[in-house]
């Protein structure tokens, strides 16, 4: 085991370790989640979620390689130190209202008990959702032998934590989510948006460093116990197919019985630790003004929407900005277009929107996610409709400029669009709203990316913009735009 200087080691919450992680695989072009064989959007999603500092909630049958996904996830995390035997995995560096019972008691928890390294694969705690998963198996329950010895039942040292404590400063799996009871699963409220575990019996309240990934089946599928909304709200829903025939033979091959050397291999020494900077966990990425707008825009639609029963909270809005910002980090682009905004929109609102419960398919949790996802692209085209771009253009010339600029390539579009009058004088408009209102963004990006590759994708997410509500405006036919420019499709009917 390599040793550890704890003099230039800090405390990293997980979920920057894990945006380090993601990012320092991207930036080098390695697979993240390698371990993991096709299912490409899925892990895309995950990813994403994880990049917005969000947790991912598996949606999916048996035997679709849930727990391998979560475990690859804990893959990604760096080895850390602990206070050796520290039941809650306390960090040696943290100030002491932060510590355990037991390690807050001692004078000098390091001296006392010592550190040990903790690798990322053991950064993970698993719990089996069932009818029997109690307070007990979430939280903890009372030492017996402790209370005997004399000490009282409110005492916190009479507490001993368990599966989500175990998880601290790592990833908490609970598999099958739903089949926990509802009144249990409330339990991992304050976990989620507070992050810490209050326990009213001893007066204790311990905060905790973790990511949650659940699995099961949303609200409106076949299910044990309704997950809470305000739980389900602060989730990111993804849902996972059985894969397809090639990538399953590829699985059955790799994952057949054979003897392995490797089962009786000793442990590897811990790597060393990265030492992350805040400037490397830092957004560097630009998502526009009126990228932001529709963002908006699609979310309260979803709150009129005929479609819909259940409506989105504003973390819905919050999120889809987040994992459009995350798609691009994902795709190593620097500006977001409409296209993001989708990816965005929907990876967000699938578990906060619900279907009018005729349309939700209950034999096919498949199809209702497609309809979902239907529905989400149309409250982007309903807020592109309502958009208020002025377009004061001379219309045929206007329809002259979008079709000799379509017949072009589209990449390095920032250095053409001056020869287009009317195009180009919308693309300014656009340009000024940004800069009036991205509060330095845009320069920031300018200094660090390039200025030719911030402007290509800055003027093409202006002109994308600009094609789809002239297309509302009818000064254009959709047609012009079909394979060229990214159109957001409307739902006019759901059967």
């Known amino acids: 085991m390599k040793s550890l200087d704890l003099a230039n080691y800090t405390p990293i919450p997980t979920v920057y370790q894990l945006r380090y992680a993601i990012l320092k695989k991207i930036q080098v072009g390695e697979d993240p989640l390698p371990d993991i064989q096709g299912r490409e959007e899925v892990k895309r999603d995950v990813l994403r979620a994880l990049l917005s500092g969000s947790h991912p909630y598996l949606v999916s049958e048996e035997g679709t390689g849930k727990t391998r996904l979560a475990r690859a996830v804990a893959k990604l995390l760096p080895p850390v130190p602990v206070i050796k035997g520290c039941p809650y995995n306390d960090d040696p560096k943290w ?67 368990t599966g989500i404590f175990r998880a601290n400063r790592g990833i908490l799996f609970i598999d099958e989510l739903p089949a926990i009871r509802t009144k249990v699963q409330v339990l991992l409220h304050p976990v989620l948006e507070e992050k810490k575990a209050i326990l009213e019996e001893y007066n204790f309240e311990h905060p905790l460093d973790l990511i949650l990934i659940a699995t099961g089946n949303p609200q409106g599928f076949s299910h044990v116990n309704e997950v809470p909304r305000p739980l389900l709200d602060r989730l990111e829903l993804i849902y996972m197919d059985l894969p397809e025939w090639e990538t399953e033979r590829e699985i059955m091959l790799r994952e057949r019985f054979r003897v392995r050397e490797d089962y009786f291999a000793q442990e590897e020494e811990a790597p060393a630790m990265p030492r992350i900077s805040l400037e490397e966990l830092e957004r560097r990425v630009l998502v526009p003004a009126w990228i932001i707008d ?128 009317e195009l180009s004088k919308l693309v300014e408009t656009l340009k000024k709203m940004e800069e009036s209102r991205s509060g330095g963004e845009l320069g920031r990006l300018l200094r660090t990316k390039g200025a030719e590759v911030v402007l290509d994708g800055l003027v093409y997410s202006a002109v994308e913009t600009i094609m789809n509500v002239a297309v509302h405006r009818r000064l254009i036919d959709p047609t012009l735009l079909e394979g060229r420019v990214f159109l957001p499709k409307q739902v006019r009917a759901l059967s």
């Open 294 to 421: 529709l963002i908006n825009g699609a979310v309260r639609h979803s709150r009129r929407c005929r479609f819909l029963d259940k409506r989105a909270s504003i973390r819905g809005s919050i999120r889809a900005l987040d994992h459009t910002a995350s798609n691009l980090e994902l795709e190593g682009r620097s500006v977001g277009n409409l296209r993001d905004a989708l990816t965005g929109l929907r990876l967000s609102l699938r578990g906060r929107v619900g279907l009018r419960a005729d349309l939700v398919d209950f034999e096919n949790p498949r199809e209702t996610l497609r309809k979902t996802d239907e529905v989400i692209e149309d409250l982007l085209w309903n807020a592109l409709e309502d958009y208020d771009l002025p377009l004061d253009v001379e219309r045929e010339r206007f329809r002259n400029e979008t079709v000799s600029l379509l017949s072009e390539r589209l990449d390095g579009v920032s250095q053409r669009i001056g020869r287009f009058k």
């Open 95 to 161: 100030p002491r209202h932060m510590l355990c019972p037991r390690c807050r008691q001692s004078e000098d928890p390091i001296k006392e008990f010592g550190v040990e390294i903790k690798s990322g694969e053991k950064r993970f705690s698993r719990i089996q959702g069932n009818e029997y998963t109690n307070e007990a198996k979430l939280l903890g329950l009372k030492d017996i032998q402790a209370i005997a010895q004399g000490r009282s039942p409110s005492d916190p040292l009479v507490f001993t934590g």
